[in-house]
């Protein structure tokens, strides 16, 4: 099979899982910040049991995957042995503030445009652009300084994941036990909500989307593995994949989309097939200037933070904790701390309570 086929194979395997991840959260309103928030502010914790269960079996399989030598997973940029901790703290507390002030991550907001959202396109116009930027272009100047050369070296390890550091410290193979460790503690906290399992719908969009990263980790590391070009190796991940997507239809290079980029088009395809069906497109704008100044910097947040991060709520907090990497963890509490920030300066124009606990009934 020539690089084209795989090429185009690549591409439509993202479309296709894409689809399957954005229909499910359309259909259960699958979103991050908003499962932090309602969690804060109304003590409703199924969302955020959603998210961590869609971790917990991305984790779960991954790490099958992995340790019974199925993938190897060793050239992935999550498992660099170069831990770049402080783009993980200040990447995931600028996208956390931007996600506040849009009010979804980048994977909320290319579901929001699959129902017809043009507020969520002009986030995503500009999440792609600034991605791009802080990748590549200008602002990436700053992050080599700020992040690369700061990052910590664990190749004493081999790579970042906690399997292979703790593994490092102690002298004998742990992988497998951390793997264990990590799952059965996620399980434990959402077995713990009594109430969760009595809505089984819940399940759907954690167990899809939790499924759906192992299956990008298959599909790029067989494409890598019979591809004349290099492939990168990922599994689901959306700041760097808007941009590129968006670099796919202004300018033409010859080179195929990738799996990113199917990911991408597919989650708005199966957003936007479930609004259909379920008769809720709606065309949806920003009301005045102000609104859409605030998404506009939010958007610039989520992009820039996104990439100093090396990855979203999806991509840190699934994708590379499905290879338990260090960063993920890092980054995920910067960016609910961020988010914390941001939504106390939202809705009380100060960022001195952000960590007083707000009163509510709690829902479990």
């Known amino acids: 099979m020539d690089s084209i086929d795989i090429g185009w194979l690549l591409a439509g395997s993202g479309v296709a899982i894409g689809m399957a991840m954005g229909a499910v959260a359309r259909l259960d309103h699958f979103c991050t910040m908003s499962a932090l928030e309602r969690r804060w502010y109304a003590g409703d914790s199924h969302g955020l049991?959603?998210?961590?269960?869609?971790?917990?079996?991305?984790?779960?399989?991954?790490?099958?995957?992995?340790?019974?030598?199925?993938?190897?997973?060793?050239?992935?940029?999550?498992?660099?042995?170069?831990?770049?901790?402080?783009?993980?703290?200040?990447?995931?507390?600028?996208?956390?503030?931007?996600?506040?002030?849009?009010?979804?991550?980048?994977?909320?907001?290319?579901?929001?445009?699959?129902?017809?959202?043009?507020?969520?396109?002009?986030?995503?116009?500009?999440?792609?652009?600034?991605?791009?930027?802080?990748?590549?272009?200008?602002?990436?100047?700053?992050?080599?300084?700020?992040?690369?050369?700061?990052?910590?070296?664990?190749?004493?390890?081999?790579?970042?994941?906690?399997?292979?550091?703790?593994?490092?410290?102690?002298?004998?193979?742990?992988?497998?036990?951390?793997?264990?460790?990590?799952?059965?503690?996620?399980?434990?906290?959402?077995?713990?909500?009594r109430h969760y399992f009595s809505r089984p719908r819940h399940l759907l969009p954690g167990l899809v989307i939790g499924m759906a990263i192992p299956a990008g980790w298959l599909i790029t590391t067989w494409a890598a593995a019979h591809a004349f070009t290099p492939v990168q190796l990922e599994a689901g991940s959306f700041v760097v994949p808007v941009g590129d997507t968006i670099m796919q239809f202004a300018t033409f290079t010859g080179m195929l989309p990738d799996y990113g980029v199917g990911l991408v088009v597919g989650v708005v395809v199966g957003a936007a097939l479930v609004a259909w069906r379920r008769h809720d497109v709606r065309w949806e704008a920003c009301d005045d200037a102000r609104e859409l100044g605030r998404h506009i910097t939010g958007a610039f947040l989520m992009g820039t933070g996104g990439v100093f991060a090396m990855g979203c709520t999806i991509g840190q907090g699934i994708s590379a904790a499905s290879t338990l990497a260090l960063s993920a963890p890092i980054a995920v509490i910067s960016i609910a701390i961020g988010a914390r920030l941001g939504l106390a300066w939202l809705l009380e124009g100060s960022l001195r309570n952000a960590f007083r606990t707000p009163r509510h009934t709690p829902a479990e």
Do not use: E, K
């Open 49 to 193: 049991r959603t998210w961590i269960l869609a971790a917990a079996v991305a984790i779960a399989l991954t790490q099958v995957l992995m340790l019974t030598g199925t993938v190897d997973l060793s050239s992935s940029f999550y498992l660099s042995p170069a831990l770049g901790l402080s783009g993980a703290v200040m990447g995931g507390l600028a996208f956390g503030f931007g996600m506040a002030l849009v009010g979804t991550c980048a994977f909320g907001a290319l579901v929001q445009l699959g129902g017809g959202s043009l507020r969520s396109l002009v986030v995503l116009m500009v999440l792609g652009l600034s991605a791009l930027a802080a990748q590549r272009g200008l602002v990436a100047q700053g992050r080599v300084h700020l992040v690369d050369n700061l990052a910590i070296d664990l190749s004493f390890a081999g790579d970042q994941s906690l399997g292979s550091v703790a593994s490092a410290l102690a002298g004998f193979d742990l992988h497998w036990v951390s793997a264990v460790a990590v799952v059965t503690g996620l399980m434990g906290w959402i077995v713990a909500g």
